[in-house]
């Protein structure tokens, strides 16, 4: 089954609006969440991510928040801008030694609509 | 400047054929991974390798497999690729060190078809 999962595939906001991207994991021993930023034909980007011992980080306009009890992160985004528009991957994965066997969601494609 | 190289950018093979996907990468990092994207799938864990010849199942390493003989280097096999196979694949290594370690920077991929 999926370990990551995303509720929705697609989401609409007019700019200059707040919207939140949810995600959910399965595996307790999941310690690093993060958000990847892709537009077509490019690669995937890290947007922002968070470990285990902290329940937020926020970094300019986003902000992670992080609820380990429900195996949920989201991704919160104010103030959104057409170049926003792409699609957000969430990824969770454990800490081995430095690297993480990160696993993704399915992604949710953004539109800010000007 | 930091840097994962895929090559090629783009793949046309016939079903049974082999594929070899090259994937480089100038920053020294430890780990590097193949992924696949699939519409509605996400970016799928085919293999990780933490370092030279020290490689690991992902979700999905049926029909492939990985060689890791330079650190800066990782390839991906099809031996007789099948139609299921058509996909993007992207590489991706980590530092593994430092408060960014578990960051992954992605190769540009290679869109891959199997006739």
């Known amino acids: 089954g999926q370990q990551v999962k995303q509720s929705s595939p697609s989401l609409t906001v007019q700019e200059g609006g707040i919207l939140i991207l949810n995600c959910d994991y399965e595996n307790d021993m999941f310690d690093y969440f993060a958000w990847y930023k892709k537009y077509p034909d490019n690669s995937p980007t890290l947007l922002i991510s968070?470990?285990?011992?902290?329940d937020k980080r926020e970094d300019g306009r986003f902000t992670v928040f992080l609820n380990k009890s429900g195996k949920h992160f989201s991704l919160h985004i104010t103030a959104s801008q057409p170049e926003d528009t792409a699609v957000y991957l969430c990824a969770a994965g454990e800490n081995q030694g430095g690297s993480a066997k990160l696993i993704f969601g399915e992604g949710t494609k953004l539109t800010v609509s000007s | 400047d930091m840097k994962v190289t895929q090559m090629p950018r783009y793949l046309i093979k016939r079903m049974g054929e082999n594929v070899l996907l090259e994937c480089g990468q100038d920053m020294s990092h430890e780990t590097m991974y193949w992924y696949r994207q699939d519409p509605g799938l996400g970016l799928q864990l085919i293999y990780i390798?933490?370092?030279?010849?020290?490689?690991s199942e992902g979700d999905i390493p049926k029909g492939y497999r990985v060689s890791r003989k330079k650190r800066e280097h990782f390839s991906l096999i099809l031996d007789s690729a099948k139609t299921n196979q058509t996909s993007v694949y992207f590489c991706a290594s980590s530092p593994s060190t430092g408060h960014s370690a578990e960051t992954l920077y992605f190769g540009s991929g290679t869109r891959l078809t199997v006739l």
């Open positions: 390798s933490y370092d030279v010849d020290s490689n």
């Open positions: 968070v470990r285990s011992n902290v």
